[in-house]
């Protein structure tokens, strides 16, 4: 799925994959989110509601780039290192074509369903 995405307010390209729960998460956009740092290897902000978790593919680790979904806090992760090892909580979305420097800076994300 194509979504149009800006990090302050630059272009970036990106996808989301055809899981359930990245198809649930499209129904929630267009959204706008207050991006803040976790751990030094990515940016996570608050959801507005939970996703479906129901028929998560298989746990892998997050890669630079990587869009997830973490379940138990129910937050958006946007990856700019990579994660740690795989985890059942841990739902990749999708993928943003960016830098892992301007990732780890972004302070604000809007993701809107493509055209």
């Not at 991006?35 to 996703?51: N, Q, S």
């Not at 958006?76 to 090892?85: I, N, R, S, T, V």
Request: net charge negative; proline share 8%; charged share 25%.
């Amino acid at each position: 799925m194509d979504i149009r995405v800006t990090l302050d307010g630059r272009p970036v390209e990106a996808t989301l994959n055809d899981s359930p729960a990245a198809r649930d998460f499209a129904e929630l956009l267009p959204l706008t989110l207050d991006l803040t740092d976790f751990h030094g290897i990515e940016r996570v902000a608050d959801l507005p509601r939970k996703l479906d978790t129901d028929g998560a593919p298989e746990p892998t680790a997050a890669k630079i780039g990587d869009i997830a979904h973490y379940a138990p806090w129910d937050n958006l992760a946007l990856f700019y290192q990579d994660g740690p090892a795989a985890s059942a909580d841990l739902l990749i979305l999708g993928h943003l074509d960016v830098s892992a420097d301007q990732l780890g800076r972004a302070g604000r994300i809007t993701i809107e369903a493509a055209p």
